[in-house]
Structures are given as structure tokens and as C-alpha cells.
């Protein structure tokens, strides 16, 4: 298991982090990097439009949503770690569906979008050096630090991950 300090985060975080088996964030990211794309790709295009209920979102809205949750987090985690001590306002995850055109989007482009972020975000947390993985701001009213951000990042995908698996296919 990770070396997360839980007492440094949010408890609404808790979980997400729990999702992921790993002990450093490397190995987390190297773990996650294609776990949810190769999901993803076998999902066949007809079934993108699909809810599991008529409140919820679609498998399109649900990975513009992994997309979007996993850019902001990276902001966050960029800003905490240049040592910028503005507060991180929080966000709507359901205004952002409800704004996303997610419907108007195919399958591949959202794919390749949810790649070339995962790879951002490898990317961003593999030039923060320990220090910088350590360092703490606030974000959504709520002290956190940047390590633990690239967890819940991972953890949220595999969240929606099991949500795919379980509700959607």
C-alpha cells in the first residue's frame, strides 16, 4: 500500500486513494497508464450514447468527465507544487457534463484526448521532486498535498473504471 498521509487529505478522498495498488506514485502511473484505455477501446462505438439509468451519464460523459476531473486535479497539483498559496476553487463535476457536447464527440477522439492527458500527467508528476510532492496548498476550501493529488487522479479513473464495469457493460 501507498505511503499517503490520510491525515493530510480530505476524507472524501479516502477511497479513491485506496483504489490504487501501488507504493510510490510511479509505479502508480506506470500501473494506471493504460488500464482504462484498453477498457475503453473495447467498448463497442454504439454502445458510447448508452445510461445505465436515465439520470446518469453516458459512457461518453462519464470519460469527458475522468478527462476533465483529471485536468483540473493536475492544475491543482501544478499550482501546490510552484508553491502558489492563491486557494483552488472547487468545480461542478455535473455542470461540466451537462456543458461538455461529450454527445457530439466519437469514441476514438475521446480516447485519444483521455491518453494525451494521461500522459500529461505522468509527464507533470515525473518532473515534481520530492520535495515538491510533499508540498501542501488548499484547494476546494480543503488542505491537500501534491503526492496525494496524483493518487486520487488515479484513483478516480479506477473508480469510474469499475463504475464502466459493473453499471455499463
Known amino acids: 500500500m501507498q505511503k499517503i498521509n490520510f491525515e493530510r487529505i480530505p476524507d472524501f478522498y479516502h477511497n479513491y486513494i485506496k483504489n490504487v495498488a ?8 506506470g500501473n494506471h497508464l493504460n488500464d482504462l484505455v484498453n477498457l475503453l477501446q473495447g467498448i463497442d462505438e454504439d454502445k458510447w450514447d448508452y445510461r445505465y439509468a436515465s439520470d446518469k451519464w453516458s459512457i461518453k460523459e462519464l470519460v469527458q468527465h475522468i478527462i476533465d476531473t483529471e ?7 501544478l499550482c501546490i507544487a510552484r ?3 492563491t486557494p483552488l476553487p472547487g ?8 456543458n461538455s457536447k461529450a454527445d457530439k464527440r466519437t469514441k476514438a477522439d475521446l480516447i485519444k484526448e483521455l491518453k494525451l492527458v494521461q500522459q500529461s500527467t505522468v509527464a ?3 518532473s515534481f521532486d520530492e520535495q515538491q510532492l510533499q508540498c501542501e496548498g488548499n484547494a476546494n476550501g480543503r488542505s491537500i498535498y501534491v503526492e496525494a493529488i496524483g493518487y486520487i487522479i488515479i484513483g478516480h479513473a479506477l473508480h469510474h473504471k469499475k463504475v464502466l464495469e459493473e453499471r455499463y457493460l
Open 71 to 77: 485536468r483540473i486535479f493536475n492544475y491543482r497539483a
Open 91 to 98: 468545480f461542478d463535476e455535473k455542470w461540466y457534463a451537462a
Open 124 to 126: 507533470l508528476f515525473g
Open 22 to 29: 501501488a507504493d510510490n506514485i510511479s509505479a502508480a502511473f
Open 83 to 85: 508553491k502558489d498559496s
